[in-house]
């Protein structure tokens, strides 16, 4: 079975410091990997994924993640903290089937 | 494009009582799903479906029904509502089935059971 852990539930960052939020995944297949940022009273919606490939992924408002399978992580990193950043984010592993497991989340605040 | 819709936004009910969540898309995706969302435990996963009149369970399906007759809609009803199930409950859809799909997400409708 697949299982998700994000390490710190809440991380605090100074606008234009590098955030980084972690991500380590069990999976008894190769993995399917997500981030989804989540803003205040909103939906879900996907950041970045990994499926197969380029190891380092970029996504949408200048974050990455690198899928390192010796570590069994998905970090994600962003090498500037806007304001605009905090929200919750959320790591997910797929089976390759059907499922996708969500990790606990991580609170991001950014400090002015 | 509306998207993902849910209603309603917000609703309370009493120990006992039974409703109905609604959901519907304009994305003509075969995926749909039901999450819950609780503080610290993330999403967990209720119940899917692949395709009109397929459904299958998630990680908590108990005292949650769904049902599948159409694309476009997925209704998640509760037979009987507790206090363990005020939560705030997200449906979500993808182009296909297969795990590797972007999911798209609905606001989300936020239940208090007293």
């Known amino acids: 079975a697949q299982s998700v852990t994000q390490l710190g539930s809440h991380v605090s960052v100074s606008e234009g410091a590098l955030v980084l939020l972690r991500c380590n995944y069990s999976?008894?297949?190769?993995?399917?990997l997500f981030w989804y940022v989540q803003y205040p009273n909103q939906g879900l919606q996907l950041l970045l994924k990994y499926t197969t490939g380029a190891t380092l992924v970029k996504g949408i408002n200048g974050f990455e993640a690198e899928f390192k399978k010796s570590e069994t992580s998905f970090h994600l990193t962003k090498p500037s903290a806007h304001m605009s950043d905090a929200a919750e984010y959320f790591c997910?592993?797929?089976?390759?089937?059907?499922?996708?497991?969500f990790g606990p989340g991580t609170s991001l605040s950014v400090i002015p | 494009n509306a998207g993902v819709t849910q209603t309603p936004k917000f609703q309370v009910l009493k120990t006992g009582q039974s409703m109905t969540l609604q959901c519907a898309q304009d994305m003509n995706h075969e995926y749909m799903s039901w999450y819950r969302q609780d503080p610290g435990m993330g999403l967990r996963l209720i119940h899917y479906?692949?395709?009109?009149?397929?459904?299958d369970q998630g990680e908590v399906p108990n005292g949650y029904n769904v049902s599948r007759s159409t694309t476009e809609d997925f209704p998640l009803r509760l037979l009987s509502a507790a206090p363990s199930q005020t939560s705030v409950y997200f449906c979500a859809t993808a182009a296909t089935q297969g795990s590797y799909n972007e999911q798209f997400f609905g606001p989300g409708t936020r239940l208090t059971v007293l």
């Open positions: 999976s008894s297949v190769p993995p399917y």
């Open positions: 997910a592993v797929s089976d390759r089937r059907d499922k996708v497991i």
């Open positions: 479906s692949v395709g009109a009149g397929i459904t």
